[in-house]
């Protein structure tokens, strides 16, 4: 697969490549086009990231400096935090589909990664500032860490939470913000703090 669930798809951009010692014919080309959905949106049945798109394009809206609506940004994270909790307990990276011996798709397909970046680097960009959603955006990438015990995901989650941590403490605005937010940084927050229940 050259084009993964959810993605753009021109009519000149190709879908997916056959590794083949000869020439498909035309049924085998049919066969193979009947085995992809193009329609003209995203739906959210096979497509999490597009999930994840919606509640971070909420975020953002409510972020936006006309609306100021911190209370929808951080029920937006709260849902982002519910979906990767989820996630991040199962296998979603593509893997290979063999019969037998012989290698038959090479899928494309989101990585653990690739979603965590798409759920809080954009929210974090308009955050800056904001303790409310920076307490809650540590609180999420806290409850998504709690759940998994997979290495390479914890780091994921780590790294992101150096980053907002970094940004947290950089345009916090007064001493208050400050020891909220070292205050979960430290550990968890109580839902005193960041308004949760």
Known sequence: MDAKVGEFAAPDRRLASIGATREPDAR????LACLF????????????AFGIRQ???????????????????VTSLDYISLLLRRLAVRRIEPR????????????????????VALAFEQILENAEGNTT???????AVDQVHGVTRSPARRQVLEDMRAVVAEVARGTARNSRARRLLET??????????????
């Open 28 to 31: 085998a080309m049919r066969d």
């Open 184 to 197: 979960q940084l430290k550990g968890p927050a109580s839902d005193e703090d960041t308004g949760g229940a």
């Open 37 to 48: 959905a193009v329609d003209s949106y995203r739906t959210i049945d096979q497509d999490v």
């Open 133 to 139: 959603v920076l307490l809650r955006m540590l609180r």
């Open 96 to 115: 290979p589909l063999y019969d037998g011996d012989t290698l038959r798709v090479l899928p494309a397909g989101p990585s653990f990664e690739r979603l």
């Open 55 to 73: 509640l971070v394009d909420v975020a953002l809206k409510a972020l936006s400096p006309a609306i100021n609506d911190s209370t929808s940004a």
